[in-house]
């Protein structure tokens, strides 16, 4: 019976202690949240003419990012990314860049492992708008009562589209995809 209860009472002595020490561990994780904005700084030209996938870009965290008290992403953090595809420029439509974010370096050097894309509203893809028209033809417009007007309406011949750059200085919006957890 006394056996029993020494090892009960040094188990929960135990379970106690670890309860104790893990609390200690939690208190000191901070997480940013995914869907959290950054206002970053590009720090080199990214061009569709260029890039290919899987180029290294560096960008700057130009504002400090607070959770509660607690400066987790502090000002002048460079942020790591890769351009994650490319499309070039087509007839209708100019050239695009996509691309993603995997790591943040603090000035302190704390590595933080960090998923988000640069966004747009343009499905993430920077670039990319269409291009105008070469061709139009007269169209008559009929309105009621009235004698019909002649109107342009585009052909689908589209000029061809140019190369999107993104010059150095650009300021730009990381959107995190999945919580950044820093200690």
Do not use: C, W
């Not at 019976?1 to 208190?27: C, G, P, R, W, Y």
């Not at 942020?79 to 439509?93: A, D, F, K, Q």
């Not at 704390?110 to 499905?123: F, L, M, P, Q, S």
């Amino acid at each position: 019976m006394f056996k029993n209860l020494l090892i009960l009472s040094i188990f929960f002595i135990f379970s106690v202690f670890h309860f104790a020490q893990a609390q200690d561990e939690t208190e000191n994780v901070v997480k940013v949240r995914s869907g959290t904005f950054l206002k970053v700084l590009n720090l080199t030209e990214i061009s569709s003419l260029m890039a290919d996938a899987e180029d290294e870009v560096i960008f700057l965290n130009l504002n400090d990012m607070y959770v509660y008290e607690t400066n987790v992403i502090p000002a002048n953090t460079k942020i790591y990314g890769e351009v994650e595809e490319v499309l070039e420029p087509v007839e209708g439509r100019d050239g695009a860049i996509k691309i993603s974010i995997y790591k943040m370096i603090t000035p302190d050097k704390k590595v933080y492992r960090a998923k988000g894309h640069i966004y747009t509203e343009n499905d993430n893809y920077i670039g990319g708008k269409p291009t105008q028209a070469v061709y139009y033809r007269r169209v008559a417009h009929y309105n009621h009562g009235l004698k019909p007007m002649l109107k342009v309406a585009p052909l689908n011949v589209f000029e061809m589209g140019k190369h999107t750059v993104i010059l150095p200085g650009a300021e730009l919006f990381l959107i995190l995809e999945e919580d950044v957890i820093a200690k």
